[in-house]
């Protein structure tokens, strides 16, 4: 919010505030990446029709704003080695370019729109929630985009339709019992732990 939408606004405030644009920007990919299971699941819940083709759609979506998220950090890295202007320089030489996942773009505008009106017609989603849902096609897409009022309505959106789906799931199943948690918490923390330096690694 306090800084310009487009790339050269974000390149200079990342040289400016590096730790603010990268919590931001890595917290905007991690989102991005964990919503794919309740878009997956409330597509599931709707039945044959709009839902499972909204979903696919939002999904293919989410999929494409990871990639952006790729090229986000790759121009922020490339800040940090050459400096904002040089940065701003090379990707606008290069914004343009082709790249294959390009028409998932559609996908992530179309997506959310088509999936909130297959939930509303399964009456899976009331009609606040189900607009709510649709309002996430407001959502800036592509590389380096900033945030908008825009956007939050969009992400306020989303934790509408979302939150109490989620909550309304997680209670309709028994919950596992005590010793399964503390057998299971323990190998997670380890195997997400391990991934992350597995990662790091390369």
């Not at 699941?41 to 759609?57: F, I, K, N, R, S």
């Not at 009331?126 to 996430?136: C, D, K, Q, T, Y």
């Not at 918490?185 to 990662?199: D, I, N």
């Amino acid at each position: 919010m306090p800084y310009d939408f487009f790339y050269p606004a974000q390149l200079a405030a990342h040289e400016s505030a590096p730790a603010l644009l990268a919590t931001s920007y890595a917290l905007i990919a991690v989102g991005t990446f964990l919503l794919w299971p309740a878009v997956a699941l409330l597509a599931a819940g709707t039945g044959p029709g709009w839902g499972p083709v909204g979903g696919l759609l939002a999904m293919s979506g989410l999929f494409a704003r990871v990639f952006h998220a790729g090229a986000d950090h790759m121009a922020f890295r490339l800040t940090d080695a050459v400096g904002a202007d040089l940065a701003t320089e090379v990707v606008s030489e290069t914004y343009g370019a082709f790249q294959p996942l390009s028409f998932l773009n559609v996908a992530a505008l179309a997506g959310w729109p088509i999936l909130a009106f297959g939930a509303w017609r399964a009456r899976v989603l009331g009609p606040v929630r189900a607009l709510a849902l649709a309002s996430a096609a407001a959502l800036p897409l592509g590389v380096l985009k900033g945030t908008t009022p825009l956007s939050l309505m969009a992400l306020a959106g989303l934790a509408i339709a979302f939150v109490p789906y989620g909550f309304t799931v997680l209670t309709a199943h028994p919950r596992p019992s005590r010793a399964a948690v503390l057998r299971w918490v323990p190998v997670t923390l380890a195997a997400v732990g391990l991934m992350v330096v597995l990662g790091q690694a390369g």
